[in-house]
T-cell receptor, first 112, second 114 residues
Framework: QKEVEQNSGPLSVPEGAIASLNCTYS??????FFWYRQYSGKSPELIMF????GDKEDGRFTAQLNKASQYVSLLIRDSQPSDSATYLC????????????FGTGTRLKVLA | GAGVSQSPRYKVTKRGQDVALRCDPI?????LYWYRQALGQGPEFLTY????????KSGLPNDRFSAERPEGSISTLTIQRTEQRDSAMYRC????????????FGPGTRLTVL
């Protein structure tokens, strides 16, 4: 079992729709959870982070965390063609380490 | 201000040669990470520095890989006796403080081992 799992996609959604990206992790002691966006040929850039169970909203983005189910998701409302990219889920391992574990990423395509 | 820079951007080498990849983090950033990213995969953690101290090298694949950050700023990742399986994008990231949330990634060095 991979430590951080994501569906590789592509996930195709029409412009204006909600895109839902999912991630599961295996280390129950994980503390911090991150979503990065990576455009083709570019470097990852941080979109959101979440530490506590529940939802965290930032503009069109909402991160959701359920530690009991070891599940974290990212919702993108009013999806735009410019949101088309690979979305990487990252988990910071248990306390006392600085190691970040990334999933393989989900490729999102927003269709105009 | 300037972001994280890496050099060279592209490196082609023959199997068995040593390579040195350089990372220049954002000025004043304490934390520095090295990752390796294969095509279609997420970044794979290699090592972490806090100032000049290498606090975690658990991700280095084997003893051919080493990294240093002698003055707490520029870092070098060295791969000795390169093998074809070492071919990948090597990315450096820095963050302002230890344990800071946001890592800023550099453009990466694309290493190709022939």
């Amino acid at each position: 079992q991979k430590e951080v799992e994501q569906n590789s996609g592509p996930l195709s959604v029409p412009e204006g729709a909600i895109a839902s990206l999912n991630c599961t992790y295996s280390d129950r002691g994980s503390q911090s959870f991150f979503w990065y966006r990576q455009y083709s040929g570019k470097s990852p850039e941080l979109i959101m982070f979440i530490y506590s169970n529940g939802d965290k909203e930032d503009g069109r983005f909402t991160a959701q965390l359920n530690k009991a189910s070891q599940y974290v998701s990212l919702l993108i409302r009013d999806s735009q063609p410019s949101d088309s990219a690979t979305y990487l889920c990252a988990v910071k391992a248990t306390s006392g380490t600085y190691k970040y574990i990334f999933g393989t990423g989900t490729r999102l395509k927003v269709l105009a | 201000g300037a972001g994280v820079s890496q050099s060279p951007r592209y490196k082609v080498t023959k199997r068995g040669q040593d390579v040195a990849l350089r990372c220049d983090p954002i000025s004043g950033h304490v934390s520095l990470y090295w990752y390796r990213q294969a095509l279609g995969q997420g970044p794979e953690f290699l090592t972490y520095f806090n100032y000049e101290a290498q606090q975690d090298k658990s991700g280095l694949p084997n003893d051919r890989f080493s990294a240093e950050r002698p003055e707490g700023s520029i870092s070098t990742l060295t791969i000795q006796r390169t093998e074809q399986r070492d071919s990948a994008m090597y990315r450096c990231a820095s963050s302002h403080l230890s344990g800071d949330v946001e890592q800023f990634f550099g453009p990466g060095t694309r290493l190709t081992v022939l």
